[in-house]
């Protein structure tokens, strides 16, 4: 994910992990993507998480999954494509 923050899975459910092997989110996430600009991007339950290097949900919203969100969610020049309420 970036230099101190690994993503790992356990029984098919990914949560991220320091160097020193403490958790930071324990493993209930149906996906994590890398870090871009500070946010990792987060699928659970068709709702997407955007979290910042401490595990924490830094947007303090959440958004729902759309088609190919593992590529255009990502943050890219300060702003990322999500869906709320059917619109993006």
Same mark, same amino acid.
């Given at each position: ?12 459910? =990914? *949560?991220?992990? $320091? +160097? ?6 324990? /493993?209930? !996430?149906?996906?994590? %993507?890398? @870090? ?17 290097? =401490? *595990?924490?949900? $830094? +947007? ?6 759309? /088609?190919? !969100?593992?590529?255009? %969610?990502? @943050? ?13």
């Amino acid at each position: 994910m970036n230099d101190s923050i690994l993503s790992f899975s356990e029984n098919g459910k =990914y *949560g991220m992990i $320091s +160097l020193k092997s403490d958790t930071i989110l324990a /493993p209930k !996430y149906d996906y994590i %993507g890398e @870090f871009h600009e500070g946010y990792a991007l987060a699928a659970k339950n068709d709702t997407v998480i955007y979290f910042n290097t =401490y *595990g924490k949900n $830094s +947007l303090e919203k959440t958004f729902r999954v759309f /088609p190919n !969100y593992r590529v255009k %969610g990502d @943050f890219m020049n300060g702003a990322a494509i999500v869906m709320k309420k059917g619109k993006y």
